[in-house]
C-alpha cells in the first residue's frame, strides 16, 4: 500500500511538469491588444485611421491592434503588421458596406495576405473572399497563416519572420457602385505555433520589417517552448516510473539477523535418524 501510495505521487509530480509549462508558454503567447486613440495612450499606440494604397505606403499597425480606414468601392487599402518565427498569424476585416439603397447589386470583396517579399501567402484556414448580397450591411473576411518558419529554402514559399501585408479590394462589383464610400476595420493576431513547428535553422534578419514594431518575442521567436515542456516532462516521468517499477519488483528485506524460516516438509518425508 505504501509503494502505491509513493508511485502515484510521482506519476501525480511528473504529470504537473509536463503540463504547467506548456501552460505558461501559451499563456505568454497571447497577445496583449494596444491601446486606442480614445484609451489616452500614445500616438505610437493609437489605432490608425487611414490605410495605404501600396505596399510602399501601408500603414504600420501592431499585433492586436485594430485600425480603419474610409475609402471608395474599388480602392485597394494597405497595412503591414510583424510576425516573428513560431507564430501563427490571422488577419481580420470586416467592410462596412454602403448603403444598401444605392447600390445595385451584390459585391464579391477580398482580403490577401502578402510577406515581407510581396509574396502571396495562402490561407491555411478562413474566408479570405466572401460575396456580399445586396441588401448586406456588412462583409467579414479572415485568412490564418501557415505558422512562421525559422528559415525556408530559396525556391519554397513558406512564410519568415518579418513585415506582412494586408490587401483589401473589392473584386467583383456593378460598375454603378464603384466610388461608393465603404468602411474598413481590419486587425492582425498571432499566437503561438507549438515547438513542433521550430526548424534548425535561422533567417538572418527579417524581411523588410523597418516600419513594424518587433514581435514580443523577437523575430526569431522566443528560446523556450513547448518541445522542452515535453522532454523535460517525459524525461522526469521515465525517471520516475523506473525508480517505481523497481519499488514494485525488487525482494522483500530480511530482518537483520533474522533466520530465514525452514522450508515446510509434508508428514512422514523427513529424513530418519541415522545413528552409528
Known sequence: MRTTRVLGAALLAASALLLTPAAASADDATPTPSASASGGGSSESAA?????TGFRTATAIQQGQKAS?????GDYLYWQFPAGAGQRATAKATVTLPEAKLRHGAA??????????????????????????ETATTV??????????????RWSNDPLPGAYYLRLTVADVPDQDLGLAARAE??????????????????????????????????????????????????????????????LTRHPRRRWGARPPAAAQPPGQGYPDQRY
Open 140 to 153: 467579414t473576411l479572415t485568412c490564418t497563416l501557415r505558422p512562421v518558419r525559422q528559415w525556408a529554402e
Open 48 to 52: 490608425p485611421t487611414e490605410a495605404g
Open 108 to 133: 464579391t470583396w477580398q482580403l490577401d495576405v502578402f510577406d515581407g517579399l510581396r509574396r502571396r501567402q495562402a490561407c491555411a484556414s478562413g474566408e479570405s473572399t466572401k460575396r456580399a448580397s
Open 186 to 247: 481590419v486587425e492582425a493576431t498571432a499566437e503561438s505555433a507549438g515547438g513542433a513547428h521550430d526548424g534548425g535553422g535561422e533567417l538572418g534578419a527579417p524581411l523588410h520589417a523597418q516600419s513594424v514594431t518587433e514581435p514580443e518575442d523577437g523575430w526569431t521567436g522566443g528560446w523556450f517552448s513547448d518541445r522542452w515542456a515535453w522532454t523535460l516532462g517525459g524525461g522526469a516521468l521515465a525517471a520516475l516510473l523506473g525508480v517505481g517499477g523497481y519499488t
Open 69 to 73: 480606414a474610409t475609402a471608395s468601392t
